[in-house]
């Protein structure tokens, strides 16, 4: 996990960052863990401006030995997201990555996988490791 200050040097370097200075998108990709308590982990990568997620995430697993992702090829959907940091998500334990985007507007869901999100400059990309079907709806 990078430290306050780390983290404080990594958002002042973005907030002097625009897509029109380089024709790149700077962004962060913050991995977090709501199943196991373990310390989130923050890296920054970049795409070509209008380029996408999966871009920027092979950038930094080719740049940064402690990023690696795994990913399957939907022939419907396009690229699915299965691992980070060698945590696969599992079937059998109702475990997967979510993908979430903090930007000024706030923080929501991506509608899009991978290969269709283009981050914006500043944008703060989240892979959450979480689990599904076992929230409680009461009577819905």
């Known amino acids: 996990m990078k430290t306050l200050a780390s983290l404080s040097v990594y958002l002042l370097l973005l907030s002097n960052i625009s897509a029109s200075d380089t024709g790149e998108v700077h962004f962060i990709v913050l991995v977090t863990n709501s ?8 890296y920054i990568t970049h795409v070509l401006e209008g380029g996408i997620l999966l871009g920027g995430l092979t950038r930094l697993q080719d740049s ?4 690696t992702f795994t990913y399957t090829q939907d022939p419907n959907y396009g ?7 060698g945590l696969p998500g599992d079937v059998k334990n109702k475990t997967y990555w979510e993908l979430l985007v903090k930007d000024s507007s706030g923080t929501r869901p991506l509608n899009v996988g991978i290969g269709c999100f283009i981050p914006k400059p500043k944008d703060e990309v989240i892979l959450k490791y979480t689990t599904y079907g076992t ?6």
């Open 79 to 85: 690229p699915f997201l299965q691992s980070v940091n």
């Open 35 to 42: 199943v196991m308590p373990v310390s989130p982990q923050m």
């Open 64 to 67: 940064n030995k402690g990023f």
């Open 135 to 140: 929230h409680d709806h009461g009577d819905l």
